[in-house]
């Protein structure tokens, strides 16, 4: 995050303010790691020359003010070297990339070395018959987006932090974002803790032959390896172009062009126009829709949307806009992505990204806004209608709200058997609450395996895991 945002500031929010006890979220004390050395830097020095920093001012823009040092990696290979040293150490690691998160993932604890992945950003490979793209972990999500643009693909996912997130903290997390119904991720290599590279990277969408081992490392937040390398098969595109039905009849009416489906309440539209002057280009409503719809044949993309307009007018459709030209596309999405930048001007904001059963996707922002009542200034719900919904409170900042919201909104999630991340992972703000989205064996299952990938525990310590395995 840039300086002044969520990274820095939940290490301070969450640390219990002046309630006697400290909160779930609060940083648990530092393990026995070592202590970086000046043999240490030196050793990153000599094979990184000119990419370890430990100058205050510079790791500032990483908004990691209390870390020692960090490492820019620029290959494989000198990554194996690092995880190899610190393993041998017993120094901690926190592997990091574009930074963009709203959990703590990303960034230290106590005195970690960063791993950082932003030189590892090119493109391995691209096979333009399957459309499988190859590329490492640092690449820019907005990069390689217009990388398969040029060549009449698409990326089969979009996020509002698509211009500074990188790829492999997209995996990291198992991130969607804005267009996740076309996702693929067929491949990944990473390195574990203790140095050795696990290459499973190839271009075959099938291969059954014993354990799919990257569905170990796809949401793991850092904790068992880094991931270093990754396979995604991107659809090709010629040309992109009542709540629940409106989103059940798409499935069925839009079929294979269907790509995404995003919505936002009456009180986003509101606060995008009070802070950020972004006009609603249709009728004041209690909800609002933007549909996406990929295919590779217009003239039948374009008969299958009509007929569908056609079938929502004459039923839950009150209003609406179509946009086939890209300024009039990018201004109908920009309401989308910056819901969250016009919430940061209404005041502090608390962020959740929850996912639900379909049918309880905005119950939750309801019973949020009566169980608040005029504490907070806005309560928001919006996000990916099937997949997530984010839900967003605005409060003139004072710490006792947090704890009328935490744990009332991951009890309610459980209760409803949703998961109380859909995005950003667990990180350090949710560790200690996995236990409402996973059965106590799971999270057990988890511990072993965190034990068996990385002994000494050095990757990414303090995040993911409960304080009671660790």
């Given at each position: 995050p840039r300086p002044g945002s969520c990274g820095v500031r939940c290490r301070e929010l969450h640390a219990g303010g002046e309630r006697p006890t400290p909160s779930p979220a609060a940083a648990p004390e530092r393990r026995p790691f070592s202590r970086v050395t000046p043999e240490d830097l030196a050793f990153f020095s000599k094979i990184i020359p000119d990419r370890t920093i430990t100058d205050p001012d510079i790791l500032e823009a990483s908004n990691v003010d209390w870390l020692k040092s960090a490492v820019y990696l620029c290959s494989n290979v000198v990554l194996c070297f690092s995880c190899r040293y610190c393993n041998s150490r017993n120094l901690a690691v926190s592997p990091q990339g574009g930074n963009t998160g709203l959990v703590g993932g990303s960034v230290p604890?106590?005195?970690?070395?960063?791993?950082?992945?932003?030189?590892?950003?090119?493109?391995?490979?691209?096979?333009?018959?399957?459309?499988?793209?190859?590329?490492?972990?640092?690449?820019?999500?907005?990069?390689?987006?217009?990388?398969?643009?040029?060549?009449?693909?698409?990326?089969?996912?979009?996020?509002?932090?698509?211009?500074?997130?990188?790829?492999?903290?997209?995996?990291?997390?198992?991130?969607?974002?804005?267009?996740?119904?076309?996702?693929?991720?067929?491949?990944?290599?990473?390195?574990?803790?203790?140095?050795?590279?696990?290459?499973?990277?190839?271009?075959?969408?099938?291969?059954?032959?014993?354990?799919?081992?990257?569905?170990?490392?796809?949401?793991?937040?850092?904790?068992?390896?880094?991931?270093?390398?990754?396979?995604?098969?991107?659809?090709?595109?010629?040309?992109?172009?009542?709540?629940?039905?409106?989103?059940?009849?798409?499935?069925?009416?839009?079929?294979?062009?269907?790509?995404?489906?995003?919505?936002?309440?009456?009180?986003?539209?509101?606060?995008?126009?009070?802070?950020?002057?972004?006009?609603?280009?249709?009728?004041?409503?209690?909800?609002?829709?933007?549909?996406?719809?990929?295919?590779?044949?217009?003239?039948?993309?374009?008969?299958?949307?009509?007929?569908?307009?056609?079938?929502?007018?004459?039923?839950?459709?009150?209003?609406?806009?179509?946009?086939?030209?890209?300024?009039?596309?990018?201004?109908?999405?920009?309401?989308?992505?910056?819901?969250?930048?016009?919430l940061t001007h209404d005041g502090f904001t608390y962020k959740y990204d929850i996912s639900l059963p379909i049918e309880r996707i905005y119950q939750l922002v309801t019973d949020m806004r009566e169980h608040l009542g005029d504490r907070a200034k806005s309560v928001v719900g919006y996000g990916h209608v099937g997949k997530t919904v984010c839900l967003c409170v605005s409060v003139s900042f004072y710490p006792d709200l947090l704890a009328s919201i935490e744990p009332f909104v991951y009890e309610w999630t459980a209760r409803f058997q949703g998961s109380i991340s859909a995005e950003h992972g667990l990180g350090l703000k949710k560790r200690n609450y996995i236990y409402y989205s996973k059965a106590s064996l799971a999270v057990a299952l988890m511990g072993n395996i965190k034990t068996m990938l990385d002994p000494k525990g050095i990757l990414n310590p303090y995040k993911t895991l409960p304080d009671d395995l660790q």
């Open positions: 604890v106590y005195d970690e070395i960063i791993l950082s992945t932003a030189l590892m950003n090119n493109v391995l490979n691209f096979d333009s018959v399957s459309g499988i793209l190859s590329y490492q972990t640092g690449c820019v999500l907005e990069s390689l987006s217009l990388y398969l643009e040029d060549r009449n693909y698409i990326m089969p996912l979009d996020l509002g932090a698509k211009g500074s997130c990188h790829i492999g903290g997209n995996v990291a997390t198992n991130a969607g974002g804005l267009r996740l119904l076309l996702l693929c991720v067929c491949i990944c290599g990473k390195v574990l803790a203790d140095g050795r590279a696990l290459d499973c990277l190839a271009t075959l969408r099938k291969d059954n032959t014993g354990y799919d081992l990257k569905q170990l490392f796809i949401g793991s937040e850092g904790t068992l390896g880094v991931i270093t390398t990754v396979t995604i098969l991107g659809p090709r595109c010629e040309s992109f172009e009542q709540l629940l039905q409106t989103f059940q009849r798409c499935r069925g009416m839009l079929g294979e062009i269907f790509s995404a489906f995003e919505f936002l309440d009456r009180e986003c539209m509101r606060l995008l126009n009070t802070h950020l002057k972004l006009a609603n280009p249709i009728t004041d409503c209690p909800f609002y829709v933007v549909i996406e719809t990929s295919g590779s044949n217009p003239t039948h993309d374009e008969e299958k949307l009509h007929q569908f307009l056609e079938a929502m007018t004459s039923s839950q459709l009150i209003d609406g806009t179509v946009a086939t030209e890209e300024a009039k596309i990018k201004a109908l999405w920009s309401l989308r992505e910056r819901v969250t930048e016009a």
